[in-house]
Structures are given as structure tokens and as C-alpha cells.
């Protein structure tokens, strides 16, 4: 039984080692491309052609009326005007002619009252 274990094992040993293995392959890298130095700058180019003109717009719709404003306040009291400058004298009446003398009114005077 020694020999059948050893052998047992030799035998596995042998016949895992002849497996083929798979090649491993290395796929290399993708280069990068860095950009080197500007080129001269080129020509200009023509001029272009000029456009061509646009349609006119149609008119606007005319507007609605707008709102009554309200009323103003009322406005305050006027100041009380200049009074006026006094008259002229009046001129002097004529003298009245002299009475007449005597006749034959007489002249009642009444009592006063008493309480």
C-alpha cells in the first residue's frame, strides 16, 4: 500500500503537467496622440453675399380704451380779499333857512311812567 499511494500521486503529478496551458497575451497599448506646435494661419476667406430682405410684419390690433380716472380732491378756501379804502368826506349841506317864528301849535309832553 506504500507504493500504491506514491504511485497514485506520480501518476496525478504526470498527468497534470501534460495539460496545455493557454498563452497569456499582452495586447499593447493604444498610442496617444499629442498635439504638436500651431500651423500658420490661413487666408481669409470672400466675402460673403448680402442677404435678402424680409417680409413686412402685419399691423398690431388697436388697443383697448383705458379706465376713467378718479376725481380730484376739492380745492382748499380761498383767502378773504383786501378790504376796501375808506370814502371821501362828504361835502358840507346847504344851511337850512331860519325858522318862523310864534303861532298857534302847542306841544304836549307826556308824564313818565311809574312803577
Do not use: N, W
Not at 498563452?23 to 500651423?39: H, I, K, N, Q
Not at 380730484?72 to 380761498?78: I, N, Q, V, W
Not at 376796501?84 to 368826506?89: A, H
Amino acid at each position: 500500500m506504500k507504493y500504491s499511494i506514491l504511485f497514485a500521486a506520480l501518476v496525478a503529478v504526470l498527468g497534470l503537467s501534460a495539460c496545455d496551458k493557454p498563452t497569456v497575451v499582452t495586447v499593447p497599448a493604444t498610442p496617444v496622440a499629442v498635439p504638436g506646435p500651431p500651423g500658420p494661419q490661413g487666408a481669409t476667406g470672400t466675402q460673403g453675399e448680402a442677404g435678402t430682405q424680409g417680409a413686412t410684419g402685419t399691423q398690431g390690433e388697436m388697443g383697448a380704451q383705458g379706465v376713467t380716472g378718479t376725481q380730484g380732491d376739492t380745492g382748499s378756501m380761498g383767502f378773504e380779499g383786501a378790504k376796501g379804502d375808506t370814502g371821501r368826506t362828504g361835502a358840507t349841506g346847504t344851511q337850512g333857512d331860519t325858522g318862523k317864528t310864534g303861532g298857534d301849535t302847542i306841544v304836549i309832553v307826556p308824564a313818565p311812567e311809574q312803577r
